[in-house]
């Protein structure tokens, strides 16, 4: 991909326009900071597209300035009859044959990465190579469930991925339709209700680092009062750091020593943990699984999503849920906490951490 | 004017009324009234996404305001006011006095009346419709109370009222013609209300069965999108697509014909390369096809039909370009008068420029899976709408007002109008290009802090301020010609080259006391560059027949909008069945009447006529 | 020509749907909306062929259809659309009475068709293929109800001009209407073809 763009001709319009779109949005949202192979192909899609639209433009700004410059009625001139002009049959073949050739330049590349992006083959091999990571990413009303099949183990709202590999997505959603797209790492695809989408991302390690270690998620398909609201986050690791999060979190389970956590936990199995699973490895089907697992609660980067991770926000979240995201499916599940409850409840989730 | 039986009052004349003049002075009313209900809700949405986590209109409200806004403006507001343009402008232009169906004219404007009206009661009956103007079905199943029902139902019954007037306005074409005005000497703007007619005729049947399976589902337990019994929500898609991209194109078009116009008659000089002008609106008539779902780039079609569909749509760019290039070249070596219709036109040139080439980028399919349903769309989307489709209505009612009502608008006050509307227009919308690649999704109703969504959501919401200013001085103006304008004469501009500005301003009732013979392109130009006054008539002065006014069409309308709240109300209310049904036999007691009672229209007799043509010379 | 003259079987036109303008509009005019006819169907057959294996535990097609009945439902329509070519035949020689005979026996015949078409629906509503079961019944019913719609709004059409016109006979006013209603009832028959091939012959096959 970066070899024809090196001889394309435009390739100093190219620099210059990537120096500029590099200074927009953040590394850890924006697509015009790719951080990964799919990233990358799309952001130089865009280049070369937005070069040769940029070309279109000035050559029409240029024509169209002269001619409303040169061609405006000059006082005295209000009687003046120009002469009636049918065509030109070589004009009208020069903007005709140019836009073509100019739109075959952008349909080769265009129609060879939509093929590249589309590539699952390793993912559906019969007998698939242990070596790849495959997660099954299931989009709710509001928050997102990353199962790996492959471990046994599920997790929700902070995906953990490994870096400089492709990662291959099984996408579906389980109550109205949904889209997965993390921008900086690449395009999106739509979580439908009817069947099961598959698409491979890359996450690059340095631009990992360059973000901050995590990328920013989001729903990009209208699915109710609080799709503004439904963001989840991207932690890529190190290859052998993410098999010992895998490790990890195989074998995690609550271990609860504080007291008041030990209440609260009381209060979580009677209330709670009919939707809520806080290990990893829940064998319940997916139907029964109706809100995010919280084996690593504690290990979060945010609450619900959106508000910052910390024991004041839980508390908020806890005690109206939709105040903080409306149309939620949690509020009104559990009854009416009293504050010593809640205070107990955060507590212990709080303490639900993997590492 | 004295014809026959002219002492009913003003309310019951356009009640009844099935002259094409007067339809169009109904749809630019009901439009325009629709297009300040949409901007206010545009005004809203700008407010509340002004700053991070704001919360002026948060959740399921936002989505009711955002899917109003959509719906409106599309199908309440530009089509019917590309429908006023069309009728107030095409049936003079071919030459005729009427449109083929005078009594459909009137039954396609009721229709599309009550479903809009139908349509926005949805704010006082318990919410509006939340899933986007797109309704796609899995989030519109699932949404609580009646709003897509009034969604569903508002949207039959006036794209009925839109298909009626599409098979109008073709026969209308085809058959209504006068003497000499062949296919390749109607004007543009003809032309391309021709294609559009066709379009609708092909793109709303889609449309009608995707809603009446979503109404199915929705209140009489179908399971055509439901997946749990058998069904599929991607079939609304197609459905929705296949109407939906032509539905960009029906609209756009007549933008073009539009323009064709103005920049003919202020450049005084004839339109440049008329005949591939032609050829390329049909052309885009045929490819706004065979392009729907690069709307779907990201629903998992699989890379073969997005490839297919990717090269498809950069296709349509050729024949638009040539339509850009065209324009300039009507241009070139002209006079060019700059005029408010004119500043319209010139400044439509880059703005939908700027559209274009971002579609061409969206139709690079592996790169729209990031463009698509982030803020670069919805930049997209409002400048080939607002760059083109608003620009032209706006331009049209300046440069056809004066036709229309007899008074020509205030130049100053237009110009003012332009120049807010343009600053306002770029200012909103450019930097919205910039949001979306920042990854800034559509459609959501707040955003947090530190994702550097702020300046440009704010600058944005400035822009929005100068539209609505705009609009304000649009309406001062419209208050004051109404007052106290000046009265324009036939040919209001001094350098009308069609037939609409060699008959009165606003023409007699029917039209033209003799049936016009055309002697080429721009005819009415032709006539003046010989030196004559008016046109070459190719008929003797005679009686002239006209149709009858009548309120069934008011009445079928009513009908269905009364059906619509009984099928509406059928489950919770126990009057819900009867009340549909007795809306229906209204509707069909109607059409039954229209049936039986014969209507052979009356004659304008000649001396009537001729005393009618000296007040208009005296 | 003028729509109200009174005319005799030699001033009658060749074809006087389309001797007048307001004819030929209508002539113009109903084609095309049978145009848009047919798009709207087209929808509902892709749709009922997306659907037509999703029967969520509910009875199949093959299960489900009677071809005698349905052959039976199907020679009654095709012979109608027979007679209304017979009736349009007398009226274009001006003999108003054998056109309305003719017409009489289109109408009877199509709403022998209907009859059919309740009996057979009801029969499989009996076998739980209720509109609510699946999207299989769903499209079933929505396609060949929309069908079953369009015959009962051409009887009620064709009987509203036999009845109209009974004492007056033929003029170029009711002539094209005559004409575009039996186009309408041509369509309907062509539909039910497809309807016949694509739901019936193709749900045996399965």
Same mark, same amino acid.
């Given at each position: 991909?970066?070899?024809?763009?090196?001889?394309?001709?435009?390739?100093?319009?190219?620099?210059?326009?990537?120096?500029?779109?590099?200074?927009?949005?953040?590394?850890?949202?924006? *697509?015009?900071?790719?951080?990964?192979?799919?990233?990358?192909?799309?952001?130089?899609?865009?280049?070369?597209? *937005?070069?040769?639209?940029?070309?279109?433009?000035? $050559?029409? @700004?240029?024509?169209?300035?002269?001619?409303?410059?040169?061609?405006?009625?000059?006082?005295?001139?209000?009687?003046?009859?120009?002469?009636?002009?049918?065509?030109?049959?070589?004009?009208?073949?020069?903007?005709?044959?140019?836009?073509?050739?100019?739109?075959?330049?952008?349909?080769?590349? @265009?129609?060879?990465?939509?093929?590249?992006?589309?590539?699952?083959?390793?993912?559906?091999?019969?007998?698939?190579?242990?070596?790849?990571?495959?997660?099954?990413?299931?989009?709710?009303?509001?928050?997102?469930?990353?199962?790996?099949?492959?471990?046994?183990?599920? *997790?929700?709202?902070?995906?953990?991925?490994?870096?400089?590999?492709?990662?291959?997505?099984?996408?579906?959603?389980?109550?109205?339709?949904?889209?997965?797209?993390?921008?900086?790492?690449?395009?999106?695809?739509?979580?439908?209700?009817?069947?099961?989408?598959?698409?491979?991302?890359?996450?690059?390690?340095?631009?990992?680092?360059?973000?901050?270690?995590?990328?920013?998620?989001?729903?990009?398909?209208?699915?109710?009062?609080?799709?503004?609201?439904?963001?989840?986050?991207?932690?890529?690791?190190?290859?052998?750091?993410?098999?010992?999060?895998?490790?990890?979190?195989?074998?995690? &389970?609550?271990?609860?020593?504080?007291?008041?956590? &030990?209440?609260?936990?009381?209060?979580?199995?009677?209330?709670?943990?009919?939707?809520?699973?806080?290990?990893?490895?829940?064998?319940?089907?997916?139907?029964?699984?109706?809100?995010?697992?919280?084996?690593?609660?504690?290990?979060?980067?945010?609450?619900?999503?959106?508000?910052?991770?910390?024991?004041?926000?839980?508390?908020?979240?806890?005690?109206?849920?939709?105040?903080?995201?409306?149309?939620? &499916?949690?509020?009104?599940?559990?009854?009416?906490?009293?504050?010593?409850?809640?205070?107990?409840?955060?507590?212990?989730?709080?303490?639900?951490?993997?590492? | 004017?004295?014809?026959?039986?002219?002492?009913?009052?003003?309310?019951?004349?356009?009640? @009844?009324?099935?002259?094409?003049?007067?339809?169009?002075?109904?749809?630019?009313?009901?439009?325009?009234?629709?297009?300040?209900?949409?901007?206010?809700?545009?005004?809203?949405?700008?407010?509340?996404?002004?700053?991070?986590?704001?919360?002026?209109?948060?959740?399921?409200?936002?989505?009711?305001?955002?899917?109003?806004?959509?719906?409106?403006?599309?199908?309440?507001?530009?089509?019917?006011?590309?429908?006023?343009?069309?009728?107030?402008? $095409?049936?003079?232009?071919?030459?005729?006095?009427?449109?083929?169906?005078?009594?459909?004219?009137?039954?396609?404007?009721?229709?599309?009346?009550?479903?809009?009206?139908?349509?926005?009661?949805?704010?006082?009956?318990?919410?509006?419709?939340?899933?986007?103007?797109?309704?796609?079905?899995?989030?519109?199943?699932?949404?609580?109370?009646?709003?897509?029902?009034?969604?569903?139902?508002?949207?039959?019954?006036?794209?009925?009222?839109?298909?009626?007037?599409?098979?109008?306005?073709?026969?209308?074409?085809?058959?209504?013609?006068?003497?000499?005005?062949?296919?390749?000497?109607?004007?543009?703007?003809?032309?391309?209300?021709?294609?559009?007619?066709?379009?609708?005729?092909?793109?709303?049947?889609?449309?009608?069965?995707?809603?009446?399976?979503?109404?199915?589902?929705?209140?009489?337990?179908?399971?055509?999108?439901?997946?749990?019994?058998?069904?599929?929500?991607?079939?609304?898609?197609?459905?929705?697509?296949?109407?939906?991209?032509?539905?960009?194109?029906?609209?756009?078009?007549?933008?073009?014909?539009?323009?064709?116009?103005?920049?003919? *008659?202020?450049?005084?000089?004839?339109?440049?390369?008329?005949?591939?002008?032609?050829?390329?609106?049909?052309?885009?008539?045929?490819?706004?096809?065979?392009?729907?779902?690069?709307?779907?780039?990201?629903?998992?079609?699989?890379?073969?039909?997005?490839?297919? +569909?990717?090269?498809?749509?950069?296709?349509?760019?050729?024949? =638009?370009?040539?339509?850009?290039?065209?324009?300039?070249? =009507?241009?070139?070596?002209?006079?060019?008068?700059?005029?408010?219709?004119?500043?319209?036109?010139?400044?439509?040139?880059?703005?939908?420029?700027?559209?274009?080439?971002?579609?061409?980028?969206?139709?690079?399919?592996?790169?729209?899976?990031?463009?698509?349903?982030?803020?670069?769309?919805?930049?997209?989307?409002?400048?080939?709408?607002?760059?083109?489709?608003?620009?032209?209505?706006?331009?049209?009612?300046?440069?056809?007002?004066?036709?229309?009502?007899?008074?020509?608008?205030?130049?100053?006050?237009?110009?003012?109008?332009?120049?807010?509307?343009?600053?306002?227009?770029?200012?909103?919308?450019?930097?919205?290009?910039?949001?979306?690649?920042?990854?800034?999704?559509?459609?959501?109703?707040?955003?947090?802090?530190?994702?550097?969504?702020?300046?440009?959501?704010?600058?944005?919401?400035?822009?929005?301020?100068?539209?609505?200013?705009?609009?304000?001085?649009?309406?001062?103006?419209?208050?004051?010609?109404?007052?106290?304008?000046? &009265?324009?004469?036939?040919?209001?501009?001094?350098?009308?080259?069609?037939?609409?500005?060699?008959?009165?301003?606003?023409?007699?009732?029917?039209?033209?006391?003799?049936?016009?013979?055309?002697?080429?392109?721009?005819?009415?130009?032709?006539?003046?560059?010989?030196?004559?006054?008016?046109?070459?008539?190719?008929?003797?002065?005679?009686?002239?027949?006209?149709?009858?006014?009548?309120?069934?069409?008011?009445?079928?309308?009513?009908?269905?909008?009364?059906?619509?709240?009984?099928?509406?109300?059928?489950?919770?209310?126990?009057?819900?069945?009867?009340?549909?049904?007795?809306?229906?036999?209204?509707?069909?007691?109607?059409?039954?009447?229209?049936?039986?009672?014969?209507?052979?229209?009356?004659?304008?007799?000649?001396?009537?006529?001729?005393?009618?043509?000296?007040?208009?010379?005296? | 020509?003028?729509?109200?003259?009174?005319?005799?079987?030699?001033?009658?036109?060749?074809?006087?749907?389309?001797?007048?303008?307001?004819?030929?509009?209508?002539?113009?005019?109903?084609?095309?909306?049978?145009?848009?006819?047919?798009?709207? +169907?087209?929808?509902?057959?892709?749709?009922?062929?997306?659907?037509?294996?999703?029967?969520?535990?509910?009875?199949?097609?093959?299960?489900?259809?009677?071809?005698?009945?349905?052959?039976?439902?199907?020679?009654?329509?095709?012979?109608s659309?027979l007679t209304s070519v017979y009736a349009i035949y007398h009226m274009?020689?001006?003999d108003?009475k054998k056109m309305q005979l003719w017409f009489g026996v289109t109408v009877l015949l199509?709403?022998?068709?209907?009859?059919?078409?309740?009996?057979?629906?009801?029969?499989?509503?009996?076998?739980?293929?209720?509109?609510?079961?699946?999207?299989?019944?769903?499209?079933?019913?929505?396609?060949?109800? @929309?069908?079953?719609?369009?015959?009962?709004?051409?009887?009620?059409?064709i009987?509203?001009?036999m009845?109209?016109?009974?004492?007056?006979?033929?003029?170029?006013?009711?002539?094209?209407?005559?004409?575009?209603?039996s186009?309408?009832?041509?369509?309907?028959?062509?539909?039910?073809?497809?309807?016949? =091939?694509?739901?019936?012959?193709?749900?045996? $096959?399965?």
């Open positions: 991909m970066k070899k024809w763009l090196l001889n394309w001709r435009l390739f100093s319009l190219f620099s210059v326009m990537a120096l500029l779109l590099a200074g927009c949005g953040k590394p850890f949202l924006s *697509t015009l900071q790719p951080a990964g192979e799919v990233a990358d192909m799309q952001y130089s899609l865009m280049l070369l597209s *937005t070069a040769i639209m940029v070309l279109v433009i000035i $050559v029409v @700004t240029i024509i169209f300035v002269y001619v409303v410059v040169r061609f405006r009625q000059r006082k005295g001139e209000e009687k003046k009859i120009p002469k009636q002009v049918e065509g030109s049959h070589k004009l009208e073949i020069i903007w005709t044959v140019i836009p073509i050739l100019l739109l075959i330049i952008l349909a080769v590349p @265009t129609v060879s990465a939509t093929f590249k992006l589309a590539d699952v083959k390793p993912m559906n091999k019969e007998k698939r190579n242990k070596d790849i990571v495959v997660v099954n990413v299931r989009a709710n009303l509001y928050w997102w469930e990353f199962e790996y099949p492959d471990y046994g183990i599920i *997790t929700s709202q902070d995906l953990v991925v490994p870096t400089n590999e492709r990662v291959y997505f099984n996408l579906k959603a389980s109550d109205v339709k949904h889209s997965f797209w993390i921008p900086a790492v690449g395009g999106k695809m739509d979580t439908n209700v009817d069947n099961k989408n598959q698409f491979w991302l890359e996450f690059d390690q340095k631009a990992t680092d360059k973000a901050g270690g995590i990328f920013y998620g989001k729903c990009a398909e209208l699915c109710g009062p609080s799709h503004a609201l439904m963001d989840f986050k991207v932690k890529p690791l190190p290859r052998e750091e993410f098999d010992q999060w895998v490790e990890k979190m195989k074998n995690a &389970k609550p271990v609860v020593t504080d007291s008041v956590a &030990k209440e609260g936990e009381a209060i979580f199995n009677k209330s709670c943990i009919g939707c809520h699973a806080v290990s990893p490895v829940d064998k319940r089907p997916e139907q029964a699984r109706t809100a995010p697992n919280l084996a690593n609660f504690g290990d979060r980067t945010r609450i619900a999503g959106i508000l910052e991770h910390n024991e004041e926000n839980l508390k908020k979240w806890l005690k109206d849920p939709n105040s903080v995201k409306p149309g939620n &499916k949690m509020a009104g599940t559990y009854g009416n906490l009293t504050d010593a409850q809640i205070n107990a409840l955060t507590k212990y989730l709080m303490s639900l951490k993997v590492e | 004017m004295s014809t026959v039986a002219r002492k009913k009052s003003l309310i019951w004349d356009y009640l @009844t009324t099935v002259d094409h003049k007067k339809i169009a002075i109904l749809y630019l009313i009901a439009g325009g009234f629709f297009f300040l209900v949409g901007g206010l809700e545009a005004l809203f949405i700008r407010i509340q996404l002004a700053k991070p986590n704001n919360d002026f209109l948060v959740g399921g409200l936002y989505n009711q305001v955002l899917t109003m806004h959509g719906t409106t403006m599309i199908f309440l507001a530009a089509m019917p006011l590309v429908f006023a343009m069309m009728n107030a402008v $095409v049936p003079i232009q071919i030459g005729a006095r009427d449109v083929a169906f005078p009594f459909l004219n009137a039954l396609g404007f009721w229709l599309f009346f009550f479903g809009g009206v139908f349509l926005n009661l949805s704010w006082f009956l318990g919410g509006a419709p939340d899933a986007g103007w797109t309704s796609y079905a899995s989030l519109s199943l699932e949404s609580p109370g009646h709003g897509i029902d009034f969604y569903v139902l508002g949207l039959q019954i006036s794209g009925f009222g839109t298909l009626i007037g599409g098979i109008n306005f073709l026969v209308t074409i085809i058959n209504m013609r006068a003497p000499g005005m062949t296919y390749m000497r109607m004007p543009m703007f003809t032309w391309a209300t021709f294609v559009t007619s066709a379009l609708i005729l092909f793109a709303f049947p889609p449309l009608t069965v995707g809603l009446i399976f979503m109404m199915m589902d929705r209140l009489f337990g179908g399971n055509f999108y439901n997946p749990a019994g058998g069904g599929n929500t991607i079939i609304w898609e197609h459905l929705f697509w296949i109407f939906g991209h032509p539905e960009v194109y029906i609209l756009v078009l007549p933008a073009f014909g539009i323009f064709s116009e103005i920049f003919a *008659t202020f450049s005084k000089k004839r339109l440049f390369g008329y005949s591939s002008m032609v050829f390329a609106t049909v052309l885009i008539g045929f490819l706004g096809f065979m392009v729907w779902a690069h709307h779907m780039f990201t629903v998992g079609m699989g890379p073969i039909a997005n490839a297919i +569909f990717a090269v498809a749509t950069m296709a349509i760019a050729v024949p =638009t370009g040539i339509k850009i290039f065209n324009w300039l070249f =009507t241009m070139w070596g002209g006079n060019i008068r700059f005029t408010t219709p004119m500043l319209y036109a010139v400044a439509f040139i880059p703005s939908f420029v700027m559209g274009g080439v971002t579609g061409v980028m969206n139709a690079a399919a592996a790169a729209d899976y990031q463009y698509h349903d982030s803020y670069f769309v919805v930049a997209h989307f409002h400048y080939v709408i607002v760059g083109g489709v608003v620009f032209a209505l706006l331009a049209g009612a300046h440069y056809w007002w004066p036709k229309m009502f007899g008074k020509m608008l205030n130049e100053t006050l237009g110009k003012i109008t332009f120049w807010l509307f343009f600053t306002g227009f770029h200012l909103t919308f450019f930097i919205q290009h910039f949001l979306g690649l920042m990854g800034m999704p559509r459609r959501v109703f707040t955003y947090l802090p530190g994702q550097g969504f702020e300046t440009g959501n704010l600058i944005s919401t400035v822009g929005a301020f100068f539209m609505a200013a705009a609009t304000i001085v649009l309406l001062v103006n419209v208050v004051i010609t109404t007052a106290k304008g000046q &009265k324009a004469e036939a040919d209001a501009w001094g350098d009308g080259r069609t037939l609409e500005w060699a008959v009165a301003s606003p023409p007699p009732e029917y039209n033209f006391a003799q049936t016009p013979l055309v002697r080429g392109l721009d005819a009415f130009w032709i006539e003046k560059m010989e030196g004559k006054k008016g046109l070459t008539p190719a008929e003797p002065l005679g009686d002239i027949h006209m149709p009858n006014s009548s309120i069934l069409p008011f009445v079928i309308s009513l009908g269905l909008f009364i059906a619509a709240f009984g099928f509406m109300y059928r489950t919770e209310h126990s009057w819900g069945l009867a009340v549909g049904i007795i809306g229906l036999l209204i509707t069909l007691g109607s059409m039954f009447l229209r049936s039986v009672i014969d209507d052979h229209g009356f004659h304008i007799h000649k001396e009537e006529v001729l005393e009618a043509e000296k007040g208009v010379k005296a | 020509m003028h729509v109200e003259e009174k005319l005799t079987a030699e001033t009658f036109p060749a074809s006087p749907e389309k001797a007048t303008l307001e004819g030929k509009n209508k002539f113009l005019g109903f084609w095309l909306f049978l145009g848009g006819e047919t798009v709207l +169907f087209a929808s509902l057959f892709a749709t009922y062929l997306a659907l037509r294996d999703k029967t969520a535990g509910g009875p199949s097609a093959e299960e489900l259809f009677r071809m005698p009945l349905v052959f039976v439902a199907t020679m009654l329509l095709l012979t659309s274009k020689n001006f108003f199509g709403a022998g068709f209907l009859g059919l078409e309740i009996f057979e629906f009801n029969e499989y509503v009996r076998e739980g293929h209720v509109f609510t079961k699946s999207a299989f019944a769903s499209s079933f019913y929505t396609l060949v109800g @929309t069908h079953g719609a369009h015959v009962a709004f051409g009887l009620l059409w009987v509203t001009l009845i109209r016109n009974a004492k007056r006979g033929l003029n170029l006013y009711n002539a094209p209407k005559f004409y575009v209603a186009l309408y009832w041509h369509f309907i028959d062509v539909v039910w073809v497809f309807i016949f =091939t694509v739901v019936y012959l193709m749900g045996m $096959v399965g």
